[in-house]
T-cell receptor
């Protein structure tokens, strides 16, 4: 199992450019999510999905779009990059066990800089 | 407001020593509490998950405790190794929802030889 993979590892964009961060998992997990991690702050949820075709907003969704056409893939799209979106982005997946969601498996992250 | 606060912000210890990291939370209704380890430049990795009814859980040299009455948790690391150098993140889930996770800012631990 490769677990959760993310591409690219690093990206530099100019303000106004768009791009897609890729995320894939091979553990057949229902639940996938995107977080951003900024210095001195906890991870913040951007968008999440509870299954193919189902997505919802997290805490900080503005400026980002997601879709989930398959169980394996959950891409994150930046519509028009802004310097405030400079951050490290993590994709995670999980499965439900009993009454709560089990441990999350995180990808290695994408470090994004917007100039 | 749901919050998770960790202390200290950073910590330096010598190899072989023990240490304890703290996590205080104001999250309601509480579902479970998780500790993650994050190596520099990598994604977080789960260490333990504790529900309301559990007050201690171990994973090798890592032992987490939970006091749901005082809303406090600690992560104790025994006989530290250089590879323990990382950030340790406390995460509290409320209502059990997948989107209902509050992340602490983490404690950065450095283990020196």
């Amino acid at each position: 199992n490769a677990g959760v993979t993310q591409t690219p590892k690093f990206q530099v964009l100019k303000t106004g450019q768009s791009m897609t961060l890729q995320c894939a998992q091979d553990m057949n997990h229902e639940y996938m999510s995107w977080y951003r991690q900024d210095p001195g702050m906890g991870l913040r949820l951007i968008h999440y999905s509870v299954g193919a075709g189902i997505t919802d907003q997290g805490e900080v969704p503005n400026g980002y779009n997601v879709s989930r056409s398959t169980t394996e893939d959950f891409p994150l799209r930046l519509l028009s990059a802004a310097p405030s979106q400079t951050s490290v982005y993590f994709c995670a997946s999980s499965f439900r066990q009993g009454s709560f969601y089990n441990e999350q498996f995180f990808g290695p992250g994408t470090r994004l800089t917007v100039l | 407001k749901n919050q998770v606060e960790q202390s200290p912000q950073s910590l330096i210890i010598l190899e072989g020593k023990n240490c304890t990291l703290q996590c205080n939370y104001t999250v309601s209704p509480f579902s479970n509490l998780r500790w993650y380890k994050q190596d520099t430049g990598r994604g977080p990795v789960s260490l333990t998950i504790m529900t309301f009814s559990e007050n201690t859980k171990s994973n090798g040299r890592y032992t987490a405790t939970l006091d749901a009455d005082t809303k406090q948790s600690s992560l104790h690391i025994t006989a530290s190794q250089l590879s323990d150098s990382a950030s340790y993140i406390c995460v509290v889930s409320f209502s059990g929802g997948y989107n209902k996770l509050i992340f602490g800012a983490g404690t950065r631990l450095a283990v020196h030889p």
